[in-house]
């Protein structure tokens, strides 16, 4: 089993749709969560953090359930500069700098 | 710009060559990391510094790879006699220490990479 898990894509939407996007990690000390955000051939970029009591920032919000070790992103209202890869991000390890990447998760936002 | 910088961007290098990478992270971070990614995936990690003590390593790193943060500034990643498989991005980043009793920590920003090709 992958440390970290997330939905195969990619996902194709069209612009105003509202999409969803898991992720599962195997750690159950796992320490902090993170969804990061990757255009083509560019670096990954902080989208947001996930916290215990979940959080949203405008159209987005993502939710942590320690008990089933699972994270979300939910994006509502999609435009077309939502189109990328989505990376869930999880530490571990004493003092939580072990850093795991999912795969990402392709996003196509469509006209 | 104080974001992170990678240098150099891209590096075309024979099979069997010496290569090393340079990161400059946000100035105020003391924690550094190196990654490396292949097409199609995430970011996989290296190893970790905080200030210039090296914290971790990956099995990902043999002993060919080597990692130095002299001062706790800047970090060099050198690649010893590259193989074609070592053909790929890697990707450095930069964080803080997380507060005690802070509800999340250790957001990490990334330079733009350096993008190695082994012939």
Known sequence: ?111 | DTGVSQDPRHKITKRGQNVTFRCDPISEHNRLYWYRQTLGQGPEFLTYFQNEAQLEKSRLLSDRFSAERPKGSFSTLEIQRTEQGDSAMYLCASSFTPRPNRQAGNEQYFGPGTRLTVT
């Open chain 1, 1 to 111: 089993r992958k440390e970290v898990e997330q939905d195969p894509g990619p996902f194709n939407v069209p612009e105003g749709a509202t999409v969803a996007f898991n992720c599962t990690y195997s750690n159950s000390a796992s320490q902090s969560f993170f969804w990061y955000r990757q255009d083509c051939r560019k670096e990954p970029k902080l989208l947001m953090s996930v916290y215990s009591s979940g959080n949203e920032d405008g159209r987005f919000t993502a939710q942590l359930n320690r008990a089933s070790q699972y994270i979300s992103l939910l994006i509502r209202d999609s435009k077309l500069s939502d189109s990328a890869t989505y990376l869930c991000v999880v530490n571990e390890g004493t003092g939580g700098f072990k850093t795991i990447f999912g795969a990402g998760t392709r996003l196509f936002v469509k006209a």
